[in-house]
């Protein structure tokens, strides 16, 4: 049989019970072979997400004084809700809110909700 690539599997395997260890052989190198790959694609999805939804909102929510937890929550609902473009408008739109909640009266009490406090 003619093999064209790294992986191949060989039906021959299936009727031959000779032949069926060479089929195995076959198949764990082709575990050993993706699981490191595998790995390399979930750490760098964990990554992105650690990133992307609690470091970003906690730094930028420290410059413009925002509580963390609503910077990650104001990202993860506006971008449920308008997926990227959500996501990216999310701090700007909480940033004007809470400058309208502090200079409108009546309204403070939000304001505080959405500042970051001191320890």
Request: aromatic letters at 10%; glycine letters at 6%.
């Amino acid at each position: 049989m003619k093999k064209s690539g790294a992986i191949a599997f060989d039906h021959s395997a299936i009727r031959e019970p000779a032949t069926s260890r060479r089929w195995l052989s076959e198949s764990v190198f082709l575990i050993a072979f993706l699981l490191p790959a595998l790995i390399v694609i979930a750490v760098i999805c964990v990554a992105q997400l650690l990133e992307n939804y609690i470091l970003t909102p906690w730094i930028i929510g420290d410059k413009i004084d925002l509580n963390p937890f609503i910077t990650i929550f104001g990202v993860i609902l506006l971008s449920v809700l308008w997926g990227m473009v959500g996501a990216i408008i999310a701090l700007p739109i909480l940033g004007v809110l809470k400058v309208l909640f502090e200079h409108t009266e009546g309204m403070e009490p939000y304001a505080y909700l959405l500042k970051m406090h001191e320890k």
